[in-house]
């Protein structure tokens, strides 16, 4: 094959394709940027979507079920024959026993029984009458005595005369119901009958509460018993 000889290229050759080429890119950049924008496709509304309801297919009627046949009559048997009469045995007459002769009895001797004396009738015992004793006669009950406050008033303090009351000129007689143990000291003390004044009362009580008494007695046996006690408050003139 013969060869073909290709001339130098020179620079300005070199020089003018490159500023061919860069024209070719500016330009195309140019052209890029001004071209007007596309319009871009329209959107398209989504598709409705239409439900209709759809009845269930209806289950199939079923058939009637065919009439069974008339059952066939079946033949009656026959009676079975009466049963052939049986006779009665004949009765068979008892053969007679030979009679028996009764044997006489011989006769007992009756016992002889010795007849015993009859002893005469005992005369009926005298009855003894015997006298209940007299009851003795009942012992007299212990004579009970009433508890003594008076004896011991040397020993027991006077009640204290309310200040107050002695103030407001206030005077009377308080009546205490004392209740005293068989040891002499007082366990419940009650106002039988008010002096009038609270405060009178209230001092009377408060200074019984602290006396001693000489108990009741039953017999010389010391008992539980009750006890009037009056108490005067009176201001000196």
């Known amino acids: 094959m013969p060869e073909v000889a290709v001339p130098p290229i020179g620079k300005r050759h070199i020089a003018l394709v490159c500023v061919i080429a860069l024209s070719a890119h500016v330009g195309g950049f140019l052209l890029l940027h001004n071209m007007p924008a596309q319009p871009l496709p329209p959107i398209t509304q989504p598709m409705p979507i239409a439900m209709q309801m759809v009845s269930a297919p209806k289950p199939p009627v079923p058939s009637a079920p065919a009439e069974p046949a008339p059952p066939v009559a079946q033949p009656t048997p026959p009676p079975p024959p009466p049963p052939a009469p049986v006779e009665p045995p004949k009765p068979v007459a008892p053969t007679p026993k030979p009679a028996t002769r009764p044997v006489p009895a011989k006769p007992q001797a009756k016992p002889q029984v010795a007849e015993k004396p009859v002893a005469p009738p005992t005369p009926p015992a005298p009855q003894t009458v015997t006298k209940a004793a007299p009851a003795p006669a009942p012992s007299p009950e212990p004579r009970t005595t009433a508890p003594i406050g008076r004896a011991g008033y040397l ?31 007082p366990d419940q003390v009650e106002v039988a009958q008010t002096s009038g004044f609270p405060a009178l009362d209230d001092a009377a009580k408060a200074a019984v509460r602290q006396w001693s008494f000489t108990p009741a007695k039953r017999g010389d046996t010391p008992v539980d018993g009750w006890v009037n006690v009056p108490l005067a408050f009176t201001l000196a003139p």
């Open 155 to 185: 020993n027991n303090p006077p009640p204290v005369y309310p200040p107050a009351a002695a103030k407001r000129h206030q005077q009377g007689t308080t009546l205490l119901r004392v209740h005293v143990l068989a040891s002499g000291h």
